[in-house]
């Protein structure tokens, strides 16, 4: 509307005159807007910032118009005067739009009354607010002192605790270290418990040999007199016999026909039988009574004591004596066929060794073997490469230096499980009351520990059992010493 008064009143005077009233109009248009933008971007804050924007839409739209109603006053044939009032126009509806739908905002503002009293009622919530931040602030005090003594309790709570533990773990260790020693010393115990045992039946088995070996001793040595008394005598009455024969038989020439007495007692005892079967009754008895010293001369070599250490001795005659002593074992009995005997001895010399105990090795390989073949005998589970039951011993020197016994039985054999365990005390495979379980550990005990030797089994069930013994010839001086004292020990 300014504007409009302005340029009709530019149209009726001079226009040369007003020029710089122009300017002013155009100036204020354009600083309206200006001053807008910049109190927008100076207070960001502002609500209702769009209304502002349009305000200053609104003013430049209008100061462009007076613009261009002063070009046209100059210019009257332009168009851009219509255009930009069109522009104005609707600028200015959507200002009036705009104001219409901010104005119940506009109403909805509180009044400086409202203002003033929500601004007294922050001020009380900002004391009140300062009253509970102090009473915060005081109870913050009091519970830190009261953390602090808690945490006080605490430490030394903690602290007694930590001494606590610290005494617990000692006491744990001490418990521990106890608990290994009495470990260890329960290991020793039955370690001394097990040796204990080992040398109490090494000694009953040891008292027993040595008993057997006396007894043995002194009935061969009973039988040994009256034997040796009557095989002596034997030869003698041999020869008597056969001077009494031929006496008889002159007097059968030189007196062919004797008085009937005679002839009767001739018939009665049956003198041309007599003189044909006692001669041979003589040689029969002769045979018996060299048997018999046989065996006694074999009771004497098995039931050596060995007292004086060890010394040099036949291994040949000491399987010999063993395997005379076992004879009556060998021969067949009721169902059981009798066992064949294989000995095939190498050259071997003579061994240093405690001979009584090897025989009792060999008694004890040898009495295993037999009692294996007996109870085979009676089962089906039999070694098909044998017809009958049978023992081979061999010999051999291995080496240059030792002596290697062989007994092999083919019998069933043995399992893995039962291999493992024949060496150990008291294990046996016998029925309770045949078997001790000492036999082949104390032999190995004696050919191991006593000879420096060396005892195995070779054995797989369904292929027979072959025990194999190494000795040494001659003993090395320092074991032979060692092993004197171990047997004056036992």
């Given at each position: 509307?300014?504007?409009?008064?302005?340029?009709?009143?530019?149209?009726?005077?001079?226009?040369?005159?007003?020029?710089?009233?122009?300017?002013?109009?155009?100036?204020?248009?354009?600083?309206?807007?200006?001053?807008?933008?910049?109190a927008?971007?100076?207070?960001?804050?502002?609500?209702?910032?769009?209304?502002?924007?349009?305000?200053?839409a609104?003013?430049?739209?209008?100061?462009?118009?007076?613009?261009?109603?002063?070009?046209?006053?100059?210019?009257?044939?332009?168009?851009?005067?219509?255009?930009?009032?069109?522009?104005?126009?609707?600028?200015?509806?959507?200002?009036?739009l705009?104001?219409?739908?901010?104005?119940?905002?506009?109403?909805?503002?509180?009044?400086?009354?409202?203002?003033?009293?929500?601004?007294?009622?922050?001020?009380?919530?900002?004391?009140?607010?300062?009253?509970?931040?102090?009473?915060?602030?005081?109870?913050?005090?009091?519970?830190?002192?009261?953390?602090?003594?808690?945490?006080?309790?605490?430490?030394?709570a903690?602290?007694?605790?930590?001494?606590?533990?610290?005494?617990?773990?000692?006491?744990?260790?001490?418990?521990?270290?106890?608990?290994?020693?009495?470990?260890?010393?329960?290991?020793?115990?039955?370690?001394a418990?097990?040796?204990?045992?080992?040398?109490?039946?090494?000694?009953?088995?040891?008292e027993?040999?040595?008993?057997?070996g006396?007894?043995?001793?002194?009935?061969?040595?009973?039988?040994?007199?009256?034997?040796n008394?009557?095989?002596?005598?034997?030869?003698?009455?041999?020869?008597?016999?056969?001077?009494?024969?031929?006496?008889?038989k002159?007097?059968?020439?030189?007196?062919?026909?004797?008085?009937?007495?005679?002839?009767?007692?001739?018939?009665?005892?049956?003198?041309e039988?007599?003189?044909?079967?006692?001669?041979?009754?003589?040689?029969?008895?002769?045979?018996?009574?060299?048997?018999?010293?046989?065996?006694?001369?074999?009771?004497?070599?098995?039931?050596?004591?060995?007292?004086?250490?060890?010394?040099?001795?036949?291994?040949?005659?000491?399987?010999?004596?063993?395997?005379?002593?076992?004879?009556?074992?060998?021969?067949?009995n009721?169902k059981?066929?009798?066992?064949?005997?294989?000995?095939?001895?190498?050259?071997?010399?003579?061994?240093?060794?405690?001979?009584?105990?090897?025989?009792?090795?060999?008694?004890?390989?040898i009495?295993?073997?037999?009692?294996?073949?007996?109870?085979?005998?009676?089962?089906?589970?039999?070694?098909?490469?044998?017809?009958?039951?049978?023992?081979?011993?061999?010999?051999?020197?291995?080496?240059?230096?030792?002596?290697?016994?062989?007994?092999?039985?083919?019998?069933?054999?043995?399992?893995?499980?039962?291999?493992?365990?024949?060496?150990?005390?008291?294990?046996?495979?016998?029925?309770?009351?045949k078997?001790?379980?000492?036999?082949?550990?104390?032999?190995?005990?004696?050919?191991?520990?006593?000879?420096?030797?060396?005892?195995?089994?070779?054995?797989?069930?369904?292929?027979?059992?072959?025990?194999?013994?190494?000795?040494?010839?001659?003993?090395?001086?320092?074991?032979?010493?060692?092993?004197?004292?171990?047997?004056?020990?036992?």
């Amino acid at each position: 509307m300014i504007g409009l008064a302005l340029a009709s009143v530019s149209a009726n005077s001079a226009i040369s005159n007003w020029w710089w009233l122009q300017v002013i109009i155009t100036v204020s248009y354009y600083a309206i807007p200006t001053m807008l933008v910049y109190a927008l971007y100076k207070g960001r804050d502002i609500p209702f910032q769009w209304m502002f924007l349009v305000f200053g839409a609104f003013f430049v739209t209008c100061g462009t118009t007076h613009v261009i109603e002063t070009w046209y006053v100059w210019f009257p044939e332009s168009l851009v005067s219509e255009f930009m009032k069109a522009i104005t126009a609707f600028v200015a509806g959507s200002s009036v739009l705009l104001l219409l739908t901010l104005m119940p905002f506009a109403l909805a503002l509180p009044s400086p009354a409202k203002l003033e009293a929500a601004n007294l009622a922050l001020e009380n919530e900002i004391v009140e607010r300062r009253k509970a931040e102090a009473a915060l602030a005081e109870l913050a005090e009091v519970l830190e002192e009261q953390v602090k003594t808690r945490t006080a309790k605490l430490s030394r709570a903690n602290a007694f605790l930590s001494k606590e533990v610290l005494e617990r773990k000692k006491a744990k260790k001490a418990l521990q270290e106890s608990e290994a020693q009495l470990r260890e010393k329960a290991t020793q115990l039955e370690q001394a418990l097990q040796q204990l045992q080992e040398t109490q039946a090494q000694l009953v088995h040891t008292e027993k040999l040595s008993a057997l070996g006396e007894l043995t001793a002194g009935i061969a040595h009973e039988i040994s007199n009256p034997i040796n008394f009557i095989n002596a005598n034997i030869a003698y009455a041999h020869n008597y016999v056969e001077d009494l024969l031929r006496l008889v038989k002159l007097y059968g020439k030189y007196y062919p026909n004797p008085v009937e007495e005679i002839q009767e007692e001739i018939e009665t005892v049956e003198l041309e039988f007599l003189k044909e079967d006692l001669p041979q009754l003589l040689s029969s008895m002769k045979v018996g009574t060299d048997r018999i010293c046989a065996i006694v001369s074999s009771m004497r070599n098995f039931s050596r004591l060995d007292k004086d250490g060890m010394s040099f001795a036949s291994i040949h005659e000491g399987i010999d004596s063993t395997l005379l002593i076992l004879q009556h074992r060998l021969k067949a009995n009721g169902k059981s066929p009798a066992i064949q005997l294989i000995k095939e001895y190498g050259n071997l010399p003579l061994v240093e060794c405690y001979a009584g105990q090897l025989n009792q090795v060999f008694m004890n390989i040898i009495s295993n073997a037999i009692d294996v073949l007996r109870e085979s005998s009676t089962s089906p589970v039999l070694n098909s490469q044998r017809s009958c039951p049978s023992i081979q011993i061999s010999t051999e020197v291995a080496e240059g230096d030792r002596a290697v016994i062989r007994i092999f039985d083919n019998g069933p054999g043995m399992t893995e499980e039962v291999k493992n365990k024949i060496f150990n005390h008291f294990f046996t495979t016998k029925p309770a009351g045949k078997g001790t379980g000492l036999g082949l550990s104390i032999s190995n005990q004696i050919v191991r520990e006593k000879h420096c030797g060396c005892l195995e089994c070779l054995s797989r069930l369904g292929e027979g059992t072959e025990f194999v013994i190494s000795l040494p010839i001659r003993q090395q001086k320092s074991e032979t010493s060692r092993l004197v004292e171990m047997q004056e020990a036992v």
